[in-house]
């Protein structure tokens, strides 16, 4: 795991200078503070921060192949390295290192772009060939891990983290207004977009080839589902037998490593899964880490001790107070780098900090089950509204809305207009994004904070538009819950969960997560499986708490679903924590010109005075103040000086002057 | 003031921060234009139970008394005139 950075000249003959890549190294030290490698040819530049995972003494990079016409800098892993490793040797391919980097080389040096479909991991990576000068950038089918880049004065900059691309200080760092309002909208920006203007981000699943100054990009995997008539047609039995060999196929090649790996564990269904998995069948000497939070409502501890003793796991958990959530929300969005309309990431950058002080740099999490086997109540909120379209006048259906949030239905008050809530919009059952259209349409509630500037700076974007553009081609033809998990993946999971709540506050202390759920076999078999065995009724991950039994404990299985979530305005309107006041001041708002300030006062003065914000308030809080916080960072704060002593460890110089 | 303007007045403070503007016509649905969210209902309701002095009972919270602004006007003058 590490931090990959360059500079590609895509027109002329301006030099790469040895300083601008290791400035770019040096802004990724935290990705990877083990090694820093650099190559220079007269054309291009590649640095590289590692964290050494795999061939701890042999695997540094940039790795070359045999004739030294390919070179390589990696960031992530390759779990079946082992495997293809083996079909490279009988072609008579000669490894100088033991790492999984030295066998995509190969792989390439083979098969081409082609090589990604052999990949099972999680990646981002750079392949520069000196002879043909073409350069291929590529990153994994989910977005595990994240890979930006810019063209700026004929140049190709890229980097896993923006701030790298921004120690050239030519590069502009200049607020997106779209950006904003995708955030405003979907909890992040749609595939390929930053919050920085000309910024892009390789999207999921694609590879990027520029040669001779042109550049193309191309999608080599999609999330995959089947239409009804082409699905599994298989007894429930054989499905979750093949789904128990794949989450053990997944897991087991997820354990190599050379340093010791842990577990995160929650208590909730599919991290408990996970760590009973790995204790069961691979690692009796089980080390897991675990949130606990100050107020009640966020906390699981219940079941958190419950799998603790199940499991006597050696463990180590880390308490989330109000307070500390609120002081550590900036470093937060710093490592994001994007606004947040929730704190939930925080927790889980504290947590990754408690994991690594206790000597690991891996952990298995549970992250993806939701969506592949369909956990969210969003899925199944889209099945009742459906179901009770069909009878629009039908009594006992919207009650059903109810069983699925029964912490906002608690109180009986609230029944009626919840209930007419829910109803909004229900007769499109035809939209294609119909099962977020609720989600969307009340978080961008939270855009009335939005400065005249900024609104007008909009314009008539639509979000749903593009979106809607962008969908697959089969997409009319799935059924309704595929049509909704494929939003959630590739919106939600893809550009908010892996990030913002996965890579980046993990790696901002230098921990690599690692993610069985999202074995890509796991998801394009699931992706076969017909959407009436994964949503049983109202029960969600029908096929994930079958494969479970007698694994977990009853009341882990039977544990009503709890959403992760933290605690926002009595985290950010903590009186302990004195930050956030100045980015929120009217000065301070009116300076970026983002946000009405008149009605952000408003705001804050209505949420100090009830102690209570709606979810939208909630939303528009934390957005508004991340916004502020991005705005600041990588504005008048931000300083392209070298950030640490780095000195190369590997260096590689072919420039023709050198 | 009038029913109708303090109902206004109410509601572009609390859920528009000020902005007037923003304002949906009399027989808007709030639910339909989005104008509220979910429990936005009940911040109404403590509006209007402290401001006319009326109970509102549970059954009383339907979307026909609730979800515009001429809905929210009839229902506060007829609990009034129940409650005199």
Known sequence: ?????????????????????????????HRGPDETGIFLDDSIGLGHTRLSIIDLSGGSQPIHNE??????????????????????????????????????????????????????????LAI??????????????????????????????????????????????????????????????????????????????????????AITIRKYWDIP???????????????????????????????RADVPVGCYLSGGLDSSGITSLVKNKFNNRLRTFGIRFEQGEFDESKYQ??????????????????????ATFPDVVWHCEKPLLRTAPVPLFMLSKAVRDNGFKVVLTGEGADEVFGGYNIFRETLVRKFWARQPSSRLRPLLIGKLYPYIFNDPRLKNTLQAFFAKGMEQTEDPVYSHLIRWENTSRAKVFFSDDLAAAIGAYSG?????????????????????????????????????????????????IRLPYLDYRIIEFMGRVPPVLKIRGLKEKDLLKKVFKGVLPEVILNRPKHPYRAPIQQSLLNPTTHGSADFLSTESLGAAGLFDGKKVEKLLNKIRKTNHATEVEGMALAGV?????????????????????????????????? | MEIDNAIREFLAENFLYGNKDGLPGDDDSFMEKGFID?????????????????????????????????????????KRKTNV
Not at chain 1, 305 to 326: Q, V, W
Not at chain 1, 636 to 647: A, I, K, N, Q, S
Not at chain 2, 47 to 53: A, W
């Open chain 1, 1 to 29: 795991m590490c931090g990959i950075a360059g500079i590609c000249t895509l027109e002329g003959s301006k030099g790469i200078s040895a300083e601008s890549i290791l400035r770019m190294a040096g802004a990724l030290n």
């Open chain 1, 67 to 124: 004739d030294e016409t390919l070179w390589i800098i990696f960031n992530g892993e390759i779990f079946n390295y082992l495997e293809l490793k083996e079909g490279l040797i009988e072609r008579e391919h000669r490894f100088y290192t033991s790492s999984d980097t030295e066998v995509i080389l190969h792989l390439f040096e083979d098969n081409g772009s082609s090589c990604l479909s052999m990949l099972n991991g999680q990646f981002a």
């Open chain 1, 128 to 213: 520069w060939n000196s002879v043909s000068k073409e350069l291929f950038l590529a990153r994994d089918r989910m977005g595990i891990r994240p890979l930006h880049y810019v063209v700026h004065d004929h140049r190709l900059i890229f980097a896993s983290e923006i701030k790298s691309i921004f120690m050239n200080e030519e590069v502009p760092r200049k607020i997106d207004p779209i950006a904003i309002d995708q955030i405003f909208t979907f909890w992040t920006t749609l595939p390929g977009r930053t919050v920085f203007q000309g910024i892009q981000e390789l999207s999921p699943g694609h590879f990027l080839v520029a040669r001779d100054g």
């Open chain 1, 225 to 255: 589902f089947s239409q009804p008539g082409e699905q599994l047609d298989w007894p429930v039995e054989r499905i979750c037998g093949e789904i128990q060999d794949l989450l053990d196929d997944a897991i087991r090649i997820r354990l």
């Open chain 1, 305 to 326: 001790d419950c799998m603790i003793d199940a499991l006597k796991s050696e463990h180590t958990d880390l308490r989330a107070t109000n307070d500390t959530i609120g």
């Open chain 1, 464 to 512: 749903y538009e593009e979106m809607k553009a962008n969908l697959p081609e089969s997409f009319d033809r799935w059924d309704s819950l595929s049509k909704a998990q494929f939003l959630e993946m590739q919106v939600f999971m893809s550009n908010y969960l892996l990030s913002s709540q996965g890579d980046r506050v993990a790696m901002a202390h230098s921990l690599e």
């Open chain 1, 625 to 658: 103040l991340s916004t502020q916080l991005v705005f600041r960072q990588f504005g008048t704060f931000f300083t392209c000086d070298l950030p640490h002593d780095v000195v190369p460890t590997v260096f590689v110089d072919r420039r023709k002057a050198a």
């Open chain 2, 38 to 78: 979910s429990t936005g209902i009940l911040e109404v309701v403590s509006f209007i139970e402290e401001k006319y002095l009326i109970t509102i009972e549970d059954d009383d919270l339907i979307p026909e008394n609730f979800d515009s602004i001429n809905r929210l006007v009839n229902f506060i003058t007829s």
